[in-house]
């Protein structure tokens, strides 16, 4: 019995991705976001929803030496020869704090926001933030997509976020709670932790009615050109193994076993 996927198959003449000819159908016609969304799901992008999946990609492409960079550089330090090897550990840190929150907060919106109309009043979202955040310090769980450890007053991301989505459409009721959330919690808690980036794409992903997956695998398709980058630069200009030699440095552990070398 053969295996067969709805996404693609090959033969002998020809490779058929979602019923279209590779060769003389997408190649020349399709950029890349086109052919994320025929991959997933068998249709051409709207220009908008382009323009929104080109904002995430980029978002997700680099925020510097985060855990994933340096956990690339450091496996790359230790197997130069495979640069696969240095992108999949890097991506592999993408979970429930870093880079993979965008999902768990796209999600946390839609279920929280289910009950509430797409014109639902302030006062309706205000509601729905406050049983959202009593609902979570109930069952003693964070909640995702809030605070920054640099950007403490408040996160430059978002407000750019925000206007891109209002200007191509996609700022509704799941932005709105997002939004509702910290002014909750400061009011109920006195707790000031404004809306991060992963809580404003988290919003984005909603708002756009994809699904989590979909939006965290945007952002680790984002990521693993940042990664790229980072492997290039470790060529260019190594790190990895300063970064090794600072926890050797730092670790009185290592005093006798690095003793008689």
């Known amino acids: 019995m053969a295996v067969k996927t709805e996404i693609g198959y090959t033969t002998p003449d020809v490779i058929t991705v979602r019923g279209k000819n590779l060769s003389t ?11 994320i969304y025929w991959l997933n799901f068998s249709r051409m992008p709207e220009p908008r929803e382009k323009a929104m999946a080109n904002l995430i990609l980029v978002a ?10 340096l956990s690339a550089r450091l496996t790359f330090l230790g197997a130069p020869e495979s640069v696969q090897g240095a992108v999949a550990a890097g ?12 999902q768990n ?11 509430l109309d797409d014109n639902a009043s302030d006062e309706a979202v205000m509601e729905c933030a406050r049983q959202l955040v009593r609902e979570y310090r109930a069952s ?17 991301r978002v407000p750019v976020l925000r206007d891109i989505s209002e200007q191509h459409g996609y700022f509704g009721k799941h932005w709105r709670l997002a939004l509702a959330i910290p002014v909750v919690l400061e009011q109920e808690r006195g707790k000031r932790l404004p809306l991060n980036g992963a809580g404003a794409l988290g919003a984005i ?3 756009m009615g994809l699904d989590g997956i979909f939006g965290r695998g945007l952002m680790l398709v984002g990521r693993a ?36 070398y």
Request: cysteine-free.
């Open 205 to 207: 992903i909603a708002d």
């Open 60 to 69: 997700a492409a680099d925020h510097g030496l985060t855990p994933s960079a």
């Open 140 to 156: 003693r769980t964070p909640i995702s997509g809030l605070g920054h450890n640099i950007h403490v007053h408040g996160d430059p």
């Open 225 to 260: 050109a940042g990664l790229v980058a980072h492997i290039r630069e470790e060529v260019e200009s190594p790190t990895g193994q300063e970064l090794w030699d600072l926890v050797l440095d730092q670790d009185p552990r290592n005093v006798k076993a690095t003793s008689g």
């Open 105 to 115: 907060v796209a999600e946390m919106y839609k279920k929280g926001a289910a009950e």
């Open 25 to 35: 159908e997408i190649f020349g016609n399709f950029d890349f976001i086109d052919m």
């Open 91 to 102: 991506l592999l840190g993408a979970g429930s704090r870093f880079l993979g929150t965008v």
